[in-house]
């Protein structure tokens, strides 16, 4: 069998076992459900309520994410498909528990976790208190859509909204584009009546006269988020927060709704295409300055994945805390 064939393979197995997360765990990987609710920790966040903010796993599955690709990239292409079609048969019955303890770090994590808990301050200081659903919140189900599996898409979706609705909830505030995206487009296609109001945080402290405390005075690339840009509009919603920060914003050419793509969110299926793509756009980033912010997981996990030593990347949200919040 040929290299192409391995890889075709390997593509095929790994939409299967995506398939399958989302069927039996309600997520795209076998985590126990402490591993995505660990980061609300000691916040005092509200079970529930009609307005909720919902991760939908994006932050917390970045790190596991990118254990996985650097552990892929070291197999040759067949080996690769090998393990794929094996974790394939065994996932069905694979304990949840066991998948754990080859998790990331408690600290290889906290820099993402802390991002929610950033966006969770932030959005106090508009004088919203959302709620939150720890374990009854489920992924969204964003890369299954992307990927065209229409039908374990669906079926995640209807579920997903009927959780919403016998949990009362009336609106949802989004961490990212991915999530924010699938709630506010796809869902009302998908899923009869859903009719729930969805928020990217973003717009929700855009639409806040919040007070600097620590302005940065200072010079960032912005790197918009496909998704964010084209599909939502939301592109001055960022900007105005980053300047209202005292960041001096950095317009590379492809820009809002013309952004180059970050290489995701297909890095679980073409880890060395998206790299490729990865590589490309940072070119174009660190040809302005050496310091990029993102406003999405999956940009961050894919333009990190280039490991460029002469930049730093940034989540806005680390950004806007250290200049709303003062924390540095």
């Not at 393979?9 to 069927?23: E, P």
């Not at 039996?24 to 980061?39: E, K, N």
């Not at 909204?161 to 961490?175: N, P, Q, Y």
């Not at 297909?266 to 980033?285: D, H, I």
Request: aromatic share 10%; net charge positive; glycine share 6%.
């Amino acid at each position: 069998m040929n290299t192409a064939s391995f890889k075709e393979d390997y593509k095929k197995d790994i939409l299967a076992l995506l398939a399958q997360n989302l069927g039996f765990r309600g997520s795209v990987l076998p985590l126990p459900s402490r591993y995505f609710t660990s980061w609300a920790k000691g916040l005092g966040l509200r079970r529930g309520g009609e307005v909720v903010l919902y991760t939908g796993h994006m932050y917390q599955l970045v790190p596991v994410i990118r254990l996985m690709e650097e552990q892929a990239k070291e197999l040759a292409p067949e080996k690769r498909a090998r393990l794929a079609r094996l974790a394939r048969w065994i996932n069905p019955v694979v304990n949840v528990s066991a998948f754990s303890r080859f998790m990331v770090s408690a600290a290889a994590r906290s820099r993402y976790e802390r991002c929610l808990q950033n966006i969770v301050s932030l959005l106090r200081l508009t004088g919203l208190e959302p709620g939150y659903l720890y374990g009854v919140e489920k992924y969204a189900g964003a890369l299954a859509f992307d990927l065209g599996l229409d039908g374990p898409f669906g079926r995640h979706a209807a579920r997903v909204a009927r959780r919403l609705r016998d949990k009362g909830v009336k609106e949802i505030i989004t961490v990212d584009p991915h999530t924010t995206e699938v709630f506010k487009n796809v869902y009302p296609k998908v899923v009869p009546g859903f009719d729930i109001r969805v928020r990217s945080y973003l717009e929700v402290l855009a639409e806040a006269n919040i007070e600097v405390r620590l302005p940065w005075e200072e010079e960032f690339v912005f790197h918009d988020s496909c998704v964010y840009a084209r599909y939502l509009g939301l592109i001055d919603e960022p900007r105005r927060l980053l300047e209202a920060a005292g960041v001096k914003v950095l317009e590379p050419d492809q820009s809002r709704e013309l952004t180059h793509c970050c290489g995701g969110p297909v890095e679980s299926l073409f880890p060395e295409r998206a790299e490729e793509v990865a590589r490309a756009r940072m070119e174009q980033l660190i040809s302005l300055g050496r310091r990029v912010i993102t406003a999405c997981p999956i940009c961050w996990l894919n333009l990190e994945r280039v490991r460029d030593p002469r930049v730093e990347v940034f989540d806005i949200s680390e950004i806007l805390a250290a200049a709303f919040l003062g924390k540095i």
